[in-house]
């Protein structure tokens, strides 16, 4: 497994209490601030749920196919996209 570097990147007020308590359990208490961890499906399943408030730096290539995945699966449950007219 390759290490991706996390940044907490935009403030989470106004945001849903799970998706600040991820934050916390990346290691991620302030702005700004940086954490480096192993590319997991763990890891990585967090990133994606949080994944408006940080950038992610030395991304394995099929983390982004995962997140793709994630939002054709998102959208077979019947949630749609913001992107997207309902």
């Known amino acids: ?6 940044t907490y990147r935009k ?8 998706q600040r308590a991820t934050l916390v359990a990346l290691g991620l208490k302030r702005r700004h601030q940086t954490v480096e961890h192993e590319a997991t499906p763990a890891i990585r399943g ?3 749920k949080v994944r408006h408030l940080v950038s992610v730096d030395g991304e394995p290539a ?10 054709a699966h998102s959208r077979a449950a019947g ?3 913001a992107s997207e007219p309902s």
């Open 46 to 48: 967090m990133v994606a």
């Open 79 to 81: 949630n749609q996209p």
């Open 62 to 71: 099929d983390t982004a196919a995962g997140m793709a995945v994630l939002a």
């Open 11 to 18: 403030s989470a007020i106004g945001y849903a209490h799970d």
């Open 1 to 6: 497994m390759s290490a991706i570097r996390i």
